[in-house]
Every structure is written in C-alpha cells, then in structure tokens.
C-alpha cells in the first residue's frame, strides 16, 4: 500500500507532544490511528480530536515498558483494522540529570523506555510485518544519539541505543519491511525537562523558549517516510532548529 492514505499507523507515546502530533497529521492524510500511552485520559482527548475531524483513531492503554502492552497495542490494530502497516516507537522521557544527583531510578526509567519499550514494540510487530510481507518500523531517537551533552548522558547513551537497534534492525529486515530512524533536536513540548533536576529543567525550558521547533516539524518527517513509494526505505531522517548548536 504506497502513500499515507487506509495505513494502519500504531503510535507509542501518543497520549502528547511529537506523538500525539504525528498522530493528527498522520489522520489529516488518511491513516488509521492506534494510539497507546499511560496517560488514559489524553490519550482518549487525542483520539477525540481525530475523530471529531472525520479520521479514524483508537486508545488503548499502553506502558512500553509491558511486553504485554505492546502485544495488545498490535492486536488491537489487527482487531479494529485488520492489518498493523507502521509502528511508530516515540514514547520517551528526558528526566535529565547530573550524575552526582544519583537518580537512579530516573536512568532506569530511560532505559526501560527506550532500550526495552522499543524491543518490546519490535517483538510485538515484527511477527505480524513478517506474516504480512509488510511493514514499516518508525523509531524516535534525538540528536542526543549524535552528541552527548552534560548532563544528559544516560538519556543520550539510551537514545543511541535506538540508533544502534535501528539500524541493526534495518540489516535484518529484507526486502519486505522499512526501517526508518528519526533523530529530533529542541521541540516544544511538554516533556521538555519533565522530570529533571530543577536547575537543569529551568535550563531546558529558557532553552525551549528561544530555540524549539513545533512538534509538527518532526510529525511532517515521519510522515515523508511513511508517504514513500513501497520498496524505498528512508534510513534516517535529523531535523533540527537551526539555532540549535
Ligand atoms: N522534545 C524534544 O526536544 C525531543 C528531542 C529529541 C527527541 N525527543 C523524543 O521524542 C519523543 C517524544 O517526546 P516529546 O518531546 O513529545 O515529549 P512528551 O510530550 O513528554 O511525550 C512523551 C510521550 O511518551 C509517553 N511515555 C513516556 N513513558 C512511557 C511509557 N513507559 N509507556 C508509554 N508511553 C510513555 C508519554 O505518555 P504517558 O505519560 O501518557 O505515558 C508521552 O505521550 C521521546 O522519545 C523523546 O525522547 C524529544
């Protein structure tokens, strides 16, 4: 199926900011929305949003950090849609720190999110992409999988990891299924320094109000990948502000 039109898109990390984006201009062009995060109630405000502009969209619940969750994101696709056609891997947290702080359970958290929430949507999908002949893979890394800097090297040493799978991945994929890495820079949402340490986060934020790019930056990237003809597999896309460093 060529193009953005009937795909079946499942979204992780929907619930706000790129996610939640991604999944409005992906139903602007006709896809059909399965959307999974923790928060149920922004989720569901999301999915609202689609439908009330005549787009087609689901919730359900989803910690990626669950295999089963992830499990249950792809079945539902199959359930409602009949066919699972991307999975977008976004959900992500960015509670940054020194490592002086000792926050330890901050840098589980990243891992857990990005290292095993991707492998768990990677087992989750790949079964059904393989049984389909078809598929396409959408990971969100950041720039911070191409420079590290102080202090977030936990967040940036688990963002190359989703580079690194990436491509791995994409090795293996074969003829049938795309892979396709997307490294955002500073965009303006809400998970900018959610979480971190107080002088870092007051950093992110100023740093948010001069330099950030719209969400939407990063959903209209997502969203030439996917639009490609079947057969051409855009490997990674960086899209950053250009004030950013
Ligand atoms: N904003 C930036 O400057 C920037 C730059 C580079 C890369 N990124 C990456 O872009 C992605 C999206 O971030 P954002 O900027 O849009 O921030 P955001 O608005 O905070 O979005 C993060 C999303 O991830 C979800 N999430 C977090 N932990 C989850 C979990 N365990 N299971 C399921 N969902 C989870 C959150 O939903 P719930 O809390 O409802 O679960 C939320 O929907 C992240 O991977 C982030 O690292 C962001």
Redesign the pocket.
Known sequence: MPGIEGKVVAI??????????TALHLAGKGARLVL?????E??DEVVARITAQGGSAVGTT?????RE?LRHLTATALDRFGRLDVLV??????AVSPFDELRQDDWD?MV???IT?LLNGIAAALPVFRQQRSGHFVN?????AYVVKSPQAV?AAT?TA?KVLTEGLRQESGPDLRVTLV??????????G?GASPEVAAALSRQ?EEI?MP?SA?AAAIGYAIDQPEGVDVSEIVVRPTAQA
């Open positions: 992780t990390g929907a619930s706000s900011g790129i996610g939640a984006e999974g995060a923790r928060r149920r922004r989720l989803v910690d990626v950090t669950r969750d891997s976004n959900a992500g947290t960015m958290a857990a999110t990005h929430g969100v890394a950041s720039t911070a967040y963002k989703v490294s955002p820079g500073f965009t303006d949402t809400e998970g900018v959610k948010r950030a969400p990063v």
